[in-house]
T-cell receptor, first 111, second 112 residues
Framework: SQKIEQNSEALNIQEGKTATLTCNYT??????LQWYRQDPGRGPVFLLL?????KEKRKERLKVTFDTTLKQSLFHITASQPADSATYLC??????????FGDGTTLTVKP | DAGVIQSPRHEVTEMGQEVTLRCKPI?????LFWYRQTMMRGLELLIY????????DSGMPEDRFSAKMPNASFSTLKIQPSEPRDSAVYFC??????????FGEGSRLTVL
C-alpha cells in the first residue's frame, strides 16, 4: 500500500543553521508533492509544490528537491530563525488527487 | 477573501450527543475536504467533495459520520451519536482543481 514517511518526529537546530527535513514515499509515482507548515492550534498552510519533472524549487529561504528515483523529497530552510519553529508536513496526491499527509516533523530552532 | 471558515472552534459534548461541524470554503474553489487530526493517527482524510458532489467517503470511520454539501458555499460534518474516541481536531480545506489546499482553523471536538 502507499505510504509516506517523514524523518524523525522532532528536529532541533541552532538559529542560522540549515534545517533539512525528509519525506519518503513508497508504492506510488506522484505527479507532484506539496509541503505545508502547521503552527500549534492552527490549520496547515501551503508552502511549496514541486512537480515530478522539477528537480528543485525555491521560495525565499526555502528549497525543496524531488528525487523520483529515490522516492524522496528534501525540504531545506536556510538561515533558520526561531520563527521557523513549527511542524512541517509533506503531502502526496494518492488516489485521484486526494492529498494524503505524512505525520510531520516538528522543527525547533533555538536562538 | 476571509479564507476557509469553520465553526464552532471548540465543542465539548457528552457521549451520545449529536455534533455538527460547519465549513464555508473559499469562494470559487470547487473541491472541499474534511480531515481529522489526532496525535495517534495524524491528519486523516475523511471525505472530499468536487463541485458539491461527494467523490470519496472511504475515510469516514463509520456510519455515525455523515457529511453534506448542499451548495458551493457550505458543508457540514455530522457525528451522531458521538463517542469519546471521536475527540480530535476536524479541519475543512478547499482547493481549486486539486491545487494547494487552504485549511480552516479547525474545530476542536471533545467528547466526554
Amino acid at each position: 500500500s502507499q505510504k509516506i514517511e517523514q524523518n524523525s518526529e522532532a528536529l532541533n537546530i541552532q538559529e542560522g543553521k540549515t534545517a533539512t527535513l525528509t519525506c519518503n514515499y513508497t508504492n506510488y509515482s506522484p505527479a507532484y508533492l506539496q509541503w505545508y507548515r502547521q503552527d500549534p492550534g492552527r490549520g496547515p498552510v501551503f508552502l511549496l509544490l514541486i512537480r515530478e519533472n522539477e528537480k528543485e524549487k525555491r521560495k525565499e529561504r526555502l528549497k525543496v528537491t524531488f528525487d523520483t528515483t529515490l522516492k524522496q523529497s528534501l525540504f531545506h530552510i536556510t538561515a533558520s530563525q526561531p520563527a521557523d519553529s513549527a511542524t512541517y508536513l509533506c503531502a502526496l496526491p494518492f488516489n485521484a488527487g486526494k492529498s494524503t499527509f505524512g505525520d510531520g516533523t516538528t522543527l525547533t530552532v533555538k536562538p | 477573501d476571509a479564507g476557509v471558515i469553520q465553526s464552532p472552534r471548540h465543542e465539548v459534548t457528552e457521549m451520545g450527543q449529536e455534533v455538527t461541524l460547519r465549513c464555508k470554503p473559499i469562494s470559487g474553489h470547487n473541491s472541499l475536504f474534511w480531515y481529522r487530526q489526532t496525535m495517534m493517527r495524524g491528519l486523516e482524510l475523511l471525505i472530499y467533495f468536487n463541485n458539491n458532489v461527494p467523490i470519496d467517503d472511504s475515510g469516514m470511520p463509520e456510519d455515525r459520520f455523515s457529511a453534506k454539501m448542499p451548495n458551493a458555499s457550505f458543508s457540514t460534518l455530522k457525528i451522531q451519536p458521538s463517542e469519546p474516541r471521536d475527540s480530535a481536531v476536524y479541519f475543512c480545506a478547499s482547493s481549486f482543481s486539486h491545487g494547494e489546499l487552504f485549511f480552516g482553523e479547525g474545530s476542536r471536538l471533545t467528547v466526554l
